[in-house]
């Protein structure tokens, strides 16, 4: 007896665990995101940057954060330096800057879309081919700088039709500061630290018992977990009030700076403070960000302030940028809508069976420069069997070219009578009125 | 102390049901079970003192057989085949029948799997769920869970997930529909590899039993 045999197995077609095939209007709504964004970003007066699939693991594994570091996917070149796969485009953006641009007027402004590459755990929206789209704004500290990445962040979500999602901002700086004013034996900075991260009352409670503060800071770390939130002003005044040194105070000036910029943008209301947001401390030197949509429970895009990065390239610069998830905004935006879509090819508008007629070439292609969809039969089809073909494949309309014109059949099935005649003068005329949705 | 091969064969049971069914089982082939109360003991001996069985969640059971815990064990085709575990597996027994399959809402349209690019999946079956979508050439998200996997598609957590089916009941009250089916399972018989030759006698008289009562047509195989 054969056990656990497959029931209905297909001819072996494997791929390696973690990556795609991306096809029909699924492919279609990637690329159209993917356009999108980078129309959006370059009218921010964003250039592309296209970097490298791969480059020296080492320009890549030491500027990452830790994270990054190990999950680089790493391979051998043919003269035996270790090689990887792009891990995320910012690093290879801050080579390309230090090394080669560094002399060109501040500040450069980049965009990119792209995949990318992990040995991660696989989670939602993050495979390890993963695509991503993104902004990096270099040679500015200003705080309209980090407002106009988050402006342009929210705008991007907005143009990609998200339309319920909040930027969740932090500013490493506080909390640097504040473990500065502490002055903490390694142990309890690290206690501290694992307790702000994980949000964890039980942590911080622990910490304070082992911790002998003075009143002050005693306040300024019991305080730390309540300054999250969307009421933006009151956050920052009690943030304000618990400083213990410049650094905390200086912080909290670049947040409120960066507030009232995006105010100007009309965006304080897609705004949630949080000041215990310090996961990736140690890449990012001020505000970093995260932006979360409904019914998505990962990030679909994040982003921050790296000063650190350029410099290890060459002469120091302040950089500050953002990195969309394109397979999440989809996925954020599916749930929202049509959480079981059947997949599809796209449908042209148009099925033309053409009989090798150059006049009806020369007219199908006017109709394709004014933006429709067609597509001719190649298969020398005939009546009933052209028909099927443009019911399965969806085409709104199905015309047969008799000679001197059309037989044009509407939202065709099987078996379906000729809707109208349409010369050829009128053909050349004619403008379809799409009635459906590309995507 | 007892060597090896002459102290008596231990056997693992899954909790639940399939073990009630297969102490039955093994009663119907006279084969000793334990008798009465057995109170919070870990360790069991049959009433005659020629088998012992302990009892351990049913995805346990083929490790506690892999590496020799347990002689026999009793557990699920389908838990074997996720846990891939090195062990022998002689007989099936006509307990606990059910199918794995991959399940969809009622609404979704009955396409070939090979269409969707990277459709997401809730199981307890990671390993089966992602083997029947590589053979497919798709890469599918595997959301693993430890329960309720029927939860899933209803607040868009997966669009699909992969479970038992026993009577379809829970699958059907959830507008849920079977899509396909991935294996056929029912109650096995597993044993360790090395047992199967240490104690080749004790082994060979429970299979031998068991056999005698499920295929009567058929002499009893010595070996």
């Known amino acids: 007896m054969v056990i656990n045999q497959p029931i209905d197995a297909q001819p072996s077609a494997l791929i390696p665990r973690g990556v795609a095939d991306y096809f029909w209007a699924e492919a279609e709504q990637r690329r159209h995101l993917e356009t999108l964004l980078l129309e959006t970003f370059r009218r921010w007066g964003y250039g592309d940057v296209l970097p490298p699939m791969f480059e020296y693991a080492d320009t890549l594994g030491s500027r990452a954060n830790s994270e990054l570091q190990a999950a680089l996917v790493r391979f051998q070149d043919r003269d035996g330096s270790t090689l990887a796969l792009r891990g995320d485009m910012t690093i290879a953006v801050a080579r390309l800057v230090g090394t080669r641009l560094h002399d060109w007027p501040m500040p450069q402004r980049f965009c990119y879309a792209g995949s990318v590459f992990r040995y991660t755990e696989l989670q939602a929206g993050r495979q390890r081919e993963f695509w991503q789209a993104g902004i990096e704004l270099i040679g500015a500290t200003a705080p309209a700088a980090d407002a106009e990445i988050l402006a342009l962040t929210a705008k991007a979500l907005q143009r990609a039709g998200l339309v319920d999602f909040r930027l969740v901002v932090g500013q490493m700086g506080y909390f640097h500061g504040l473990l500065q004013a502490l002055h903490l034996p390694p142990d309890q900075q690290r206690m501290l630290h694992q307790a702000v991260n994980l949000n964890s009352e039980a942590g911080l409670a622990d910490f304070m018992r082992v911790a002998t503060l003075p009143r002050a800071q005693r306040r300024a770390v019991e305080q730390l977990p309540y300054l999250s939130g969307q009421n933006v002003e009151a956050i920052l005044s009690q943030a304000d009030q618990l400083c213990l040194n410049e650094p905390m105070q200086s912080a909290v000036a670049n947040m409120r700076a960066i507030c009232h910029a995006l105010a100007s943008y009309g965006l304080l209301d897609v705004l949630y403070l949080d000041l215990t947001e310090i996961h990736n401390l140690g890449y990012y030197t001020g505000i970093t960000f995260e932006a979360l949509a409904p019914g998505l429970g990962f990030p679909v895009a994040a982003g921050g302030r790296y000063d650190h990065l350029i410099g290890s390239f060459g002469k120091p610069q302040a950089a500050v940028g953002a990195a969309f998830t394109l397979d999440r905004i989809l996925m954020a935006k599916h749930s929202a809508t049509h959480p079981h879509q059947t997949p599809h090819p796209v449908a042209p508008d148009l099925l033309v069976a053409a009989q090798d007629s150059a006049e009806c070439l020369a007219i199908v292609e006017i109709w394709r420069a004014q933006g429709t969809t067609v597509a001719v039969d190649v298969c020398a089809r005939q009546g009933r069997e052209l028909g099927e073909m443009a019911h399965q494949i969806g085409s709104q309309w199905l015309l047969i070219w008799t000679g001197n014109g059309f037989d044009v059949y509407e939202n065709v099935g099987p078996s379906q009578a000729s809707a109208y005649y349409l010369s050829a003068a009128e053909a050349k005329l004619k403008i379809w009125q799409l009635n459906t949705q590309r995507l | ?223």
């Open chain 2, 1 to 223: 102390m007892t060597t090896l091969s002459d102290s008596p064969l231990l056997i693992a049971l899954p909790t639940g049901r399939m073990a009630e069914e297969t102490l039955a089982l093994f009663q119907q082939a006279g084969l000793s079970t334990p008798s009465g109360n057995a109170g919070r003991k870990l360790i069991l001996p049959s009433a005659d003192n020629t088998l012992r069985y302990i009892m351990a969640k049913p995805t346990d059971v083929p490790t506690f057989v892999e590496y020799g815990a347990a002689d026999i064990g009793i557990c699920g085709l389908d838990t074997l085949r996720e846990g891939g575990c090195n062990v022998y597996e002689p007989l099936l027994l006509p307990i606990g029948p059910c199918r794995l399959s991959l399940i969809g809402p009622a609404d979704r349209s009955d396409v070939p799997l090979r269409y969707a690019s990277q459709p997401r999946v809730a199981t307890k079956y990671p390993r089966l769920t992602m083997e029947f979508f590589r053979e497919r050439g798709v890469n599918a998200e595997i959301i693993k869970l430890n329960g309720s996997i029927e939860l899933a598609p209803l607040v868009g957590l997966a669009e699909l997930i992969v479970d038992l089916i026993e009577t379809g009941n829970t699958m059907r009250a959830n507008g849920l529909v079977e899509l396909r089916v991935i294996m056929h399972s029912q109650a096995v018989l597993v044993v360790n590899r090395a047992a199967h030759r240490l104690k080749a006698i004790a082994v060979q008289h429970v299979l031998g039993a068991l056999r005698a009562i499920l295929t009567p047509a058929m002499p009893e195989q010595e070996t």
